[in-house]
């Protein structure tokens, strides 16, 4: 079956504007994170997303949000973008919420790279 | 808090060398630990994962032994191979969190030179 897909692969934007990436989760697949990738701060944990609701939010300002659909695709949307939110945005889908949870697996895409100048 | 640590990379081995990726955590109770594997150009695709302690997890030629005692989980594998070439990233669960939420090292790049 067709994993998780993450539209758009590449984006440059300039500092200030807003952009908004997109999730496809494997079909069936209820629950959606979003994470953050940076070589010096690693994997950040953004916010999880199940049945519609969030679930759980990491510790990033308001400027990050998101939101997921009744047919569970999902979006994250970055404004008044800075130099610092240069990343791999990588988005995972789960049958069930709860990343950690027994007997639940998380498939992650391979990932919206913004850069930021 | 809960925090994960891993050793530094890049770990720069020959083909058929012996593999040892160290993880130490910081976390009340008994979490669950996991490793996860990101090939180049890919996303992060879990490798394998241990629940309670003394559990080995085992995958594709990997092994990790959950320690309490050393709250280690260290990942080895007895030859690598240049297709093992990739960043690993060990993670846990928290027993006593009610989101789940996975906790992550900060990933270690492994090269595997011919």
């Known amino acids: 079956k067709a994993g998780v897909t993450q539209t758009p692969r590449y984006l440059i934007k300039t500092r200030g504007q807003q952009v908004t990436l997109s999730c496809s989760p494997i079909s069936g697949h209820r629950s959606v994170s979003w994470y953050q990738q940076t070589p010096g701060q690693g994997l950040q944990f953004l916010f999880e997303y199940f049945s519609e609701t969030q679930r759980n939010k990491g510790n990033f300002p308001g400027r990050f949000s998101g939101r997921q659909f009744s047919n569970s695709r999902s979006e994250m949307n970055v404004s008044t973008l800075e130099l610092g939110d240069s990343a791999l945005y990588l988005c995972a889908s789960s049958s069930s919420w709860g990343q950690g949870r027994s007997g639940n697996t998380i498939y992650f895409g391979e990932g919206s790279w913004l850069t930021v100048v | 808090g809960n925090s994960v640590t891993q050793m530094e990379g890049p770990v720069t081995l020959s083909e058929e060398a012996f593999l040892t990726i160290n993880c130490t955590y910081t976390a009340t109770g008994y979490p669950s630990l996991f490793w996860y594997v990101q090939y180049p150009g890919e996303g992060l695709q879990l490798l394998l994962k241990?629940?309670?302690a003394d559990d080995k997890g085992s995958n594709k030629g990997f092994e990790a032994t959950y320690r309490k005692e050393t709250t280690s989980f260290h990942l080895e594998k007895g030859s690598v191979q240049v297709s093992d070439s990739a960043v690993y990233f060990c993670?846990?669960?928290?027993?006593?969190?009610?989101?789940?939420?996975?906790?992550w090292g900060a990933g270690t790049k492994l090269i595997i030179k011919p």
């Open positions: 241990a629940t309670k």
């Open positions: 993670a846990l669960s928290a027993s006593g969190d009610s989101n789940y939420q996975l906790i």
